[in-house]
């Protein structure tokens, strides 16, 4: 275990997830001593891009900037040689976790620092992996001077159409998806109006330009909504199918629709993910799954059991095959491969082994998981 270090307050609201049996089959290769982890392999049959079907993509966030600035560790993807090994070898998509948000990339109002950004995707066409940009409008993780800044409603839309057109410009042709919008619903399904500054200073109507602006940038991204609690179908996932089919008779180019996927082990699975997807996909939006992982409350040695491993195994598993089933669900992404980075203890008092590795890359049932499924879609 890593020293105790400050747990931030909860902007993430954990929503109880419609409970769903909970169903734990034993996985084959789980039954070792704890903590059931191995030490990584090098070899391609081991490879999670290499057993994914054609065309389907397998990611993770790669770790950089927001909480991580605050840890007594450098910058993970530009120090940690054997993270960014693993980065290459197993993943053939990539999300910057931080580095594109707005205050990573937009630090001053005329002055943009895409040089965390750049090295990921650079990083990315070297390793023939595909990028999602994450993220444009969003009410997290804006810079003080935009949020405390006085402009008028007609400074506010130049700005953000300033901000799409450049950044969505500079990557044009090498980012596969952009979460456009990420959380503009509440857990009620109401656009979030207070908190999110671009829906309270300019009007819901604000999120049509956006996916515009983005359009016009970038032809060829598919540009996405993406949200937490939007894996079943409930009060915010019914707002984002109501909204997604408004837009689309519009004419807006809206082309895909994502659930981030934070779960816990405290809650049941979200058995009705398929289901969920399946009603976007019939909108013939994409879906996928953008930044899973699964957390636990972690015993007091700090060490999960076996069946903790074996129950969050089961989640990887079910959240992937889900995606797997949807046709337009190609894009599957994992928060992180391993527990050394992961935001899980520093947003989550008490929770954590969220990820498919260790701290040291041992590979948990989770990696397992993955591996086994995607070499059997
Ligand atoms: C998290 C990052 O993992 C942390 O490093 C950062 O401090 C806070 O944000 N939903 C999202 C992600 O869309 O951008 C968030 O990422 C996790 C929740």
Not at 97 to 115: C, G, L
Not at 277 to 305: I, K, N, Y
Not at 327 to 353: A, L, M, R
Request: glycine residues 8%; charged residues 25%.
């Amino acid at each position: 275990m890593r020293p105790a270090r400050p747990i931030r307050s909860l902007r993430f609201t954990t929503v109880a997830l419609a409970t769903a049996a909970l169903t734990l089959p034993l996985l084959s290769g789980v039954a070792t001593a704890e903590p059931s982890v191995e030490r990584h392999s090098n070899a391609k049959h081991d490879r999670l891009r290499v057993a994914a079907p054609d065309g389907f993509f397998v990611g993770t966030a790669v770790a950089g900037g927001g909480h991580h600035l605050e840890q007594d560790y450098p910058d993970p993807f530009t120090h940690d040689k054997k993270y960014r090994k693993i980065l290459g070898q197993q993943f053939n998509s990539v999300s910057p976790e931080n580095q594109m948000k707005w205050e990573a990339i937009h630090p001053e109002r005329d002055r943009y620092d895409f040089a965390a950004a750049d090295a990921i995707v650079d990083f990315a066409e070297r390793h023939r992996q595909v990028v999602r940009g994450h993220t444009l409008l969003w009410h997290s993780q804006n810079p003080a001077w935009l949020e405390q800044g006085d402009f008028s409603k007609d400074e506010l839309r130049a700005i953000l159409r300033d901000h799409i057109t450049t950044v969505v410009g500079r990557y044009a042709g090498r980012i596969q998806q952009w979460d456009v919008a990420n959380e503009i619903f509440d857990g009620e399904g109401k656009l979030r109006t207070q908190e999110n500054i671009w829906i309270r200073e300019l009007g819901p109507d604000i999120v049509t330009d956006a996916f515009r602006w983005a359009h016009e940038a970038d032809p060829e991204a598919q540009l996405f909504f993406n949200d937490y609690g939007v894996e079943s179908v409930n009060a915010k996932s019914d707002a984002y199918l109501a909204l997604v089919k408004d837009l689309l008779a519009q004419g807006v180019p809206v082309h895909g629709f994502s659930a981030q996927a934070h779960l816990s082990t405290r809650y049941g699975f979200p058995g009705d993910l398929e289901q969920n997807l399946r009603r976007f996909g019939a909108l013939g939006l994409e879906t996928a799954v953008t930044e899973l992982d699964v957390r636990m409350d972690l015993p007091e040695s700090g060490v999960p059991t076996r069946a903790q491993l074996t129950q969050q195994a089961d989640y990887y598993q079910r959240a992937l095959s889900a995606c797997l089933a949807v046709d337009g669900c190609n894009s599957f992404t994992i928060w992180g491969f391993t527990d050394k980075y992961s935001w899980v203890p520093v947003f989550f008092e008490g929770e954590g082994s969220a990820t498919v590795m260790t701290e040291d890359f041992g590979r948990k049932p989770a990696f397992h998981a993955l591996l086994s499924t995607l070499k059997r879609a």
